[in-house]
């Protein structure tokens, strides 16, 4: 860990104002996308932000400087933007089961390149923002996150069968969106 990060997070854990804001300069971009992709409108990941914000700070004691602090604190935004769903119940857990082949779990949404670079991070990131709540958070948890299904269900208190249901049909209606969106695009051209 660089030195002058590790100064700014002991003075943080002793609540130095000054040292707060430059760590919020430092991460804020990564944190606020990850707000971005676990809510349903900027506005709303902006008030999950800085709620999350003041919680990673209220914690930051607990930090003990083993492992990376940009995950530690990405994974406390996670869980931060999981634990806002949860209370606003938009998380509904689905109990059907799919047994879907693990290789095709973890395809990539496009065939090749050119097709990929047809569509930007937003618009992805607002494809993502239309799924339901209960594929978006399995989706991005998965997919982005880099959460194994295990960790999801612990997470989200769902089976493992239902993390992979969902994140199967979120990428299935990922796809339908993505290629309405491409064949949208060339009709226009």
């Known amino acids: 860990m660089d030195e002058s990060l590790k100064i700014l997070i002991l003075q943080c854990q002793k609540n130095d104002r000054t040292a707060q804001a430059k760590i919020y300069q430092q991460f804020s971009a990564k944190l606020f996308s990850i707000c971005l992709r676990y809510s349903n409108s900027y506005e709303d990941a902006q008030d999950v932000f800085q709620e999350g914000f ?16 940009e995950g530690w604190m990405t994974r406390i935004m996670v869980n931060f933007c999981i634990e806002i769903h949860r209370k606003k119940n938009y998380l509904y857990v689905v109990n059907d089961e799919i047994t879907a082949d693990e290789d095709a779990l973890n395809e990539f949404f496009f065939e090749d390149e050119q097709e990929a670079e047809t569509l930007s991070y937003e618009e992805l990131l607002e494809f993502i923002r239309q799924l339901p709540d ?12 880099g959460y194994t299904h ?8 769902i089976s493992i069968g239902t993390s992979k249901s969902n994140f199967f049909r979120a990428r299935e209606k990922l796809m339908e969106s993505i290629k309405k969106n491409i064949s949208h695009k060339v009709v226009s051209k």
Do not use: D, P, T, W
């Open 54 to 69: 003041i919680h990673i700070f209220n914690k930051i004691n607990q930090f003990q400087f083993k492992g990376s602090f």
């Open 134 to 145: 209960r594929y978006q958070q399995v989706f991005n948890l998965y997919a982005i996150e």
């Open 150 to 157: 295990q960790q999801i269900a612990e997470l989200l208190r």
